[in-house]
Protein backbone atom coordinates (compact mmCIF):
# COMPACT_ATOMS: atom_id res chain seq x y z
CA UNK A 1 0.00 0.00 0.00
CA UNK A 2 1.50 3.35 -0.76
CA UNK A 3 2.50 5.97 1.99
CA UNK A 4 3.30 9.28 1.60
CA UNK A 5 4.82 11.23 4.52
CA UNK A 6 4.87 14.95 4.92
CA UNK A 7 7.54 16.62 7.36
CA UNK A 8 7.48 19.14 8.77
CA UNK A 9 3.59 18.53 9.86
CA UNK A 10 3.28 22.00 11.21
CA UNK A 11 6.33 24.80 10.34
CA UNK A 12 6.08 28.46 11.68
CA UNK A 13 8.51 30.49 10.10
CA UNK A 14 9.39 34.35 9.86
CA UNK A 15 9.00 36.39 6.85
CA UNK A 16 12.31 36.24 4.66
CA UNK A 17 13.26 32.99 5.82
CA UNK A 18 14.17 30.04 3.47
CA UNK A 19 12.96 26.95 4.58
CA UNK A 20 11.84 22.84 3.02
CA UNK A 21 8.79 20.86 3.20
CA UNK A 22 10.08 17.38 2.32
CA UNK A 23 7.64 14.27 1.11
CA UNK A 24 8.47 10.72 1.59
CA UNK A 25 6.38 8.02 -0.38
CA UNK A 26 6.40 4.35 -0.38
CA UNK A 27 6.08 2.51 -3.46
CA UNK A 28 7.71 3.38 -7.23
CA UNK A 29 5.70 6.22 -8.56
CA UNK A 30 7.35 9.29 -10.94
CA UNK A 31 3.92 11.40 -10.97
CA UNK A 32 3.78 13.78 -7.92
CA UNK A 33 1.54 16.96 -7.11
CA UNK A 34 1.91 19.83 -4.95
CA UNK A 35 -1.30 21.73 -3.93
CA UNK A 36 -1.92 24.54 -1.99
CA UNK A 37 -5.23 24.89 0.68
CA UNK A 38 -6.55 27.91 2.17
CA UNK A 39 -8.88 27.30 5.29
CA UNK A 40 -11.62 26.32 4.27
CA UNK A 41 -11.04 26.25 0.81
CA UNK A 42 -10.53 23.63 -1.90
CA UNK A 43 -7.27 22.63 -3.30
CA UNK A 44 -4.90 25.03 -5.31
CA UNK A 45 -2.92 23.02 -8.10
CA UNK A 46 1.18 24.06 -7.70
CA UNK A 47 3.37 21.69 -9.55
CA UNK A 48 2.88 18.64 -11.30
CA UNK A 49 6.40 16.29 -11.52
CA UNK A 50 6.39 13.74 -14.07
CA UNK A 51 9.69 12.23 -14.15
CA UNK A 52 13.30 11.96 -12.02
CA UNK A 53 15.20 14.68 -11.42
CA UNK A 54 12.08 17.15 -12.39
CA UNK A 55 12.07 21.13 -10.98
CA UNK A 56 9.40 23.30 -11.45
CA UNK A 57 9.42 27.01 -9.77
CA UNK A 58 6.94 29.63 -9.81
CA UNK A 59 7.29 32.72 -7.69
CA UNK A 60 9.09 31.81 -4.45
CA UNK A 61 8.44 28.21 -4.53
CA UNK A 62 10.84 25.32 -6.36
CA UNK A 63 9.48 21.72 -6.25
CA UNK A 64 11.74 18.79 -7.28
CA UNK A 65 11.37 14.88 -7.44
CA UNK A 66 13.63 12.42 -6.77
CA UNK A 67 12.25 9.20 -7.82
CA UNK A 68 15.52 6.44 -6.76
CA UNK A 69 14.96 8.34 -3.19
CA UNK A 70 11.23 8.34 -3.38
CA UNK A 71 11.28 11.86 -2.63
CA UNK A 72 9.98 15.22 -3.08
CA UNK A 73 11.19 18.67 -2.00
CA UNK A 74 8.91 21.52 -2.20
CA UNK A 75 11.28 24.76 -1.31
CA UNK A 76 10.15 27.97 0.19
CA UNK A 77 12.72 30.94 -0.81
CA UNK A 78 12.51 34.62 1.10
CA UNK A 79 9.09 33.53 3.15
CA UNK A 80 6.44 36.08 2.92
CA UNK A 81 2.97 36.13 4.93
CA UNK A 82 0.41 35.17 1.65
CA UNK A 83 2.61 31.99 1.24
CA UNK A 84 0.52 30.71 4.66
CA UNK A 85 -1.37 27.73 3.82
CA UNK A 86 -1.86 24.02 4.03
CA UNK A 87 0.65 22.27 1.27
CA UNK A 88 -0.09 18.41 0.36
CA UNK A 89 1.69 16.51 -2.20
CA UNK A 90 0.19 13.61 -3.20
CA UNK A 91 1.74 10.59 -5.63
CA UNK A 92 -0.17 8.90 -8.50
CA UNK A 93 -1.03 5.43 -7.65
CA UNK A 94 -2.45 3.61 -10.80
CA UNK A 95 -3.72 5.51 -13.63
CA UNK A 96 -6.13 7.94 -11.31
CA UNK A 97 -5.49 7.92 -8.32
CA UNK A 98 -3.73 10.34 -5.80
CA UNK A 99 -2.30 9.19 -2.44
CA UNK A 100 -1.92 12.66 0.00
CA UNK A 101 -0.13 13.79 2.52
CA UNK A 102 -0.85 14.63 5.86
CA UNK A 103 -0.04 18.13 4.80
CA UNK A 104 2.50 20.61 6.49
CA UNK A 105 0.35 23.54 7.82
CA UNK A 106 2.65 27.04 6.93
CA UNK A 107 2.61 29.85 9.22
CA UNK A 108 4.25 32.78 7.76
CA UNK A 109 4.70 35.52 10.39
CA UNK A 110 5.97 39.13 9.65
CA UNK B 1 -14.08 27.45 -18.25
CA UNK B 2 -15.72 28.19 -14.91
CA UNK B 3 -14.78 25.26 -12.59
CA UNK B 4 -16.00 22.21 -11.17
CA UNK B 5 -18.70 23.36 -9.41
CA UNK B 6 -20.31 21.13 -6.06
CA UNK B 7 -23.35 22.08 -4.17
CA UNK B 8 -24.59 22.42 -1.73
CA UNK B 9 -21.54 23.89 0.03
CA UNK B 10 -22.54 23.10 3.72
CA UNK B 11 -25.12 20.41 4.67
CA UNK B 12 -26.25 19.61 8.49
CA UNK B 13 -28.20 16.35 8.90
CA UNK B 14 -29.36 14.34 11.52
CA UNK B 15 -27.63 11.18 11.96
CA UNK B 16 -29.32 8.35 10.22
CA UNK B 17 -30.69 10.95 7.03
CA UNK B 18 -29.45 10.49 3.80
CA UNK B 19 -27.88 13.42 1.77
CA UNK B 20 -26.68 13.81 -1.61
CA UNK B 21 -24.30 15.91 -3.12
CA UNK B 22 -23.64 17.08 -6.56
CA UNK B 23 -20.56 18.15 -8.47
CA UNK B 24 -20.46 19.53 -12.16
CA UNK B 25 -16.87 18.89 -13.38
CA UNK B 26 -15.43 21.14 -15.80
CA UNK B 27 -17.26 20.91 -19.42
CA UNK B 28 -15.23 18.48 -21.67
CA UNK B 29 -13.65 16.76 -18.82
CA UNK B 30 -14.54 12.90 -19.03
CA UNK B 31 -12.94 11.99 -15.41
CA UNK B 32 -14.46 12.67 -12.23
CA UNK B 33 -13.15 11.62 -8.92
CA UNK B 34 -14.49 12.14 -5.32
CA UNK B 35 -12.18 12.26 -2.19
CA UNK B 36 -12.90 12.89 1.28
CA UNK B 37 -11.28 15.24 3.60
CA UNK B 38 -11.58 15.21 7.52
CA UNK B 39 -10.18 18.21 9.77
CA UNK B 40 -6.25 18.06 9.58
CA UNK B 41 -5.87 15.51 7.08
CA UNK B 42 -5.17 14.63 3.44
CA UNK B 43 -8.04 14.28 1.22
CA UNK B 44 -8.72 10.43 0.77
CA UNK B 45 -9.95 8.71 -2.85
CA UNK B 46 -13.42 7.42 -2.88
CA UNK B 47 -14.09 6.98 -6.54
CA UNK B 48 -13.28 7.44 -10.00
CA UNK B 49 -15.32 7.91 -13.23
CA UNK B 50 -14.35 7.75 -16.92
CA UNK B 51 -17.34 9.16 -18.60
CA UNK B 52 -20.32 7.15 -17.07
CA UNK B 53 -18.42 4.33 -15.92
CA UNK B 54 -18.00 4.06 -12.10
CA UNK B 55 -14.40 2.44 -12.71
CA UNK B 56 -12.73 2.24 -9.62
CA UNK B 57 -14.14 2.24 -5.82
CA UNK B 58 -11.68 2.41 -2.99
CA UNK B 59 -12.87 0.56 0.33
CA UNK B 60 -13.50 3.51 2.06
CA UNK B 61 -16.40 3.75 0.04
CA UNK B 62 -19.23 1.43 2.44
CA UNK B 63 -22.15 0.24 1.23
CA UNK B 64 -24.25 3.41 2.58
CA UNK B 65 -22.36 5.68 -0.07
CA UNK B 66 -23.06 5.42 -4.14
CA UNK B 67 -21.94 7.56 -7.01
CA UNK B 68 -23.45 7.88 -10.16
CA UNK B 69 -22.22 9.70 -12.91
CA UNK B 70 -25.54 8.91 -15.63
CA UNK B 71 -24.66 10.85 -18.44
CA UNK B 72 -21.11 10.85 -18.13
CA UNK B 73 -21.61 15.13 -17.24
CA UNK B 74 -22.74 15.97 -13.69
CA UNK B 75 -22.11 13.20 -10.66
CA UNK B 76 -24.01 12.77 -7.50
CA UNK B 77 -22.87 11.07 -4.17
CA UNK B 78 -25.30 10.15 -2.09
CA UNK B 79 -24.52 8.76 2.15
CA UNK B 80 -27.18 6.76 3.61
CA UNK B 81 -28.02 6.31 7.15
CA UNK B 82 -25.58 8.73 8.00
CA UNK B 83 -23.58 8.74 10.80
CA UNK B 84 -21.25 11.08 12.95
CA UNK B 85 -18.08 9.52 11.51
CA UNK B 86 -19.29 10.63 8.11
CA UNK B 87 -18.74 14.38 8.73
CA UNK B 88 -16.26 15.88 6.41
CA UNK B 89 -15.50 17.53 3.56
CA UNK B 90 -16.66 15.63 0.10
CA UNK B 91 -14.30 16.89 -2.84
CA UNK B 92 -15.29 16.23 -6.27
CA UNK B 93 -12.53 16.73 -8.78
CA UNK B 94 -12.04 16.40 -12.55
CA UNK B 95 -8.92 16.16 -15.58
CA UNK B 96 -9.35 15.59 -18.77
CA UNK B 97 -6.70 13.23 -19.24
CA UNK B 98 -5.15 10.14 -17.33
CA UNK B 99 -2.93 11.71 -14.03
CA UNK B 100 -0.16 8.78 -14.80
CA UNK B 101 0.10 11.14 -17.95
CA UNK B 102 0.97 14.10 -15.59
CA UNK B 103 -2.34 16.17 -16.46
CA UNK B 104 -3.57 18.47 -13.97
CA UNK B 105 -6.39 17.11 -11.37
CA UNK B 106 -9.26 20.16 -11.05
CA UNK B 107 -10.72 20.24 -7.32
CA UNK B 108 -14.25 22.12 -6.28
CA UNK B 109 -14.63 24.21 -3.27
CA UNK B 110 -16.10 21.11 -1.55
CA UNK B 111 -19.42 20.27 0.10
CA UNK B 112 -19.14 20.13 4.03
CA UNK B 113 -20.98 18.00 5.57
CA UNK B 114 -21.84 17.48 9.28
CA UNK B 115 -23.78 15.00 11.07
CA UNK B 116 -25.58 15.78 14.47
Known amino acids: ELKVEQNPLFLSMQEGKNYTIYCNYS?????LYWYRQDPGKSLESLFV?????AVKQEGRLMASLDTKARLSTLHITAAVHDLSATYFC??????????FGQGTRLTINP | DTGVSQNPRHKITKRGQNVTFRCDPI?????LYWYRQTLGQGPEFLTY????????KSRLLSDRFSAERPKGSFSTLEIQRTEQGDSAMYLC??????????????FGEGSWLTVV
Open chain 2, 93 to 106: ASSSQRLVSGNTIY
Open chain 1, 27 to 31: TTSDR
Open chain 1, 49 to 53: LLSNG
Open chain 1, 90 to 99: AVVQGAQKLV
Open chain 2, 27 to 31: SEHNR
Open chain 2, 49 to 56: FQNEAQLE
